[in-house]
């Protein structure tokens, strides 16, 4: 079992930037065994996928997002991190972050483990 805890959301203004971590319990000897990704879903919005990275660190993310945020994983610290840089008001959503054994479940949309949440606002 995998627990996973998200933290860094705030309220900023556009142009700022933000560091999400999310701090996987019972990572243990099992870090290198799970593909991470992170997903946000704003209000009245379907949820959708942000960025993802694999067990090997090859990482995958949004067009939206490409060339502003960054997802990075310490396994050492069992803690997976999205940096955002350039934050826009569009970017204001609920971010979660996601475990799974396959990195194609996350590239599906889906995730063997979440965290609750930590909310993201960007104010124009």
């Known amino acids: 079992q995998v627990q996973l805890v998200e933290s860094g959301g705030g309220l900023v203004q556009a142009g700022d930037s933000l560091r999400l971590s999310c701090a996987a319990t019972?990572?243990?000897?099992?870090?290198?065994?799970?593909?991470m990704g992170w997903f946000r879903q704003a209000s009245g919005k379907e949820r959708e996928l942000v960025a993802t990275?694999?067990?090997?660190?090859?990482?995958n993310s949004a067009d939206s997002v490409k060339g502003r945020f960054t997802i990075s994983r310490d396994d050492a610290k069992n803690t997976l991190y999205l940096q955002m840089n350039s934050l826009r008001p569009e970017d204001t959503a609920v971010y979660y972050c996601?475990?799974?054994?396959?990195?194609?479940?996350?590239?599906?949309?889906?995730?063997?483990?979440w965290g609750p949440g930590t909310q993201v606002t960007v104010s124009s």
């Open positions: 019972e990572f243990g000897s099992y870090a290198m065994g799970y593909a």
């Open positions: 996601a475990a799974a054994i396959r990195v194609s479940t996350l590239l599906s949309g889906a995730g063997d483990y």
């Open positions: 990275i694999s067990r090997g660190g090859s990482t």
